[in-house]
């Protein structure tokens, strides 16, 4: 088991990286989470990883935080939920919102991101809604509980402007990043997450 690579960044790509550990370079599949967040080409680097092991295929995985690694895990626990796909969750939305779409069972995000289906999201909250709840954690850009009535209220209100729910998902998410004031009240969500929409 290979828990954490620490060197030097000499590839970086939107689903790899490259890290070069004393003359020994390993190939790390990462979430954009983690991509957005390493540093350059050269910059110093430690990743927290897991490795997956298949018949034919040896796969390294790579997360900029335990929170990462640890929902990752989760993921893939469940039934039908492979690492590309875990990957693709982690890279549409923050630790912080999917442990929030699966503990208020909200299948309707999990199924705006690409790959996951009705039955995919049914299983996803199934399977892991009661873990997750157990779990205490401090992720930096959102709890658990809380303000979920403006958010979900803010999401709402965007998608009946047009946009899709990842990008209404991602506006909220850093719009409360930005100014955590303004989940005080949907209006005030609403219009901090127009700033912040793509």
Do not use: H, W
Not at 100 to 122: D, H, W
Not at 142 to 153: A, C, M, P
Request: hydrophobic letters at 40%; charged letters at 30%.
């Amino acid at each position: 088991m290979i828990y954490k690579v620490s060197g030097r960044l000499s590839e970086k790509n939107p689903t790899s990286v490259v890290v070069d550990v004393n003359g020994i370079s390993y190939e790390v599949n990462v979430p954009l989470s983690t991509f957005d967040s390493i540093g350059r080409e050269g910059d110093d680097v430690s990743l927290y990883t897991l490795m997956v092991v298949r018949e034919d295929d040896i796969q390294l995985y790579g997360f900029a935080t335990k929170d990462e690694r640890r929902l990752f895990k989760l993921l893939t626990s469940v039934s039908g939920i492979g690492p590309r796909t875990a990957l693709g969750l982690l890279s549409s939305a923050s630790v912080g919102d999917i442990y929030n779409f699966i503990a208020n069972s909200n299948t309707q995000a999990l199924m705006s991101i690409p790959g996951i289906g009705k039955k995919t999201a049914e299983r996803v909250v199934l399977e892991l809604r009661d873990k997750i709840l157990k779990i205490e954690m401090d992720v930096e850009d959102g709890k658990l509980e809380g303000k979920e009535d403006v958010r979900s209220g803010a999401v709402d209100a965007l998608l009946a402007l047009g946009y899709s729910r990842v990008q209404c998902e991602r506006a909220v998410r850093e719009a409360l990043k930005t100014d955590s004031a303004s989940g005080e009240s949907v209006e005030e969500l609403i219009r901090a997450a127009l700033r912040e929409v793509k």
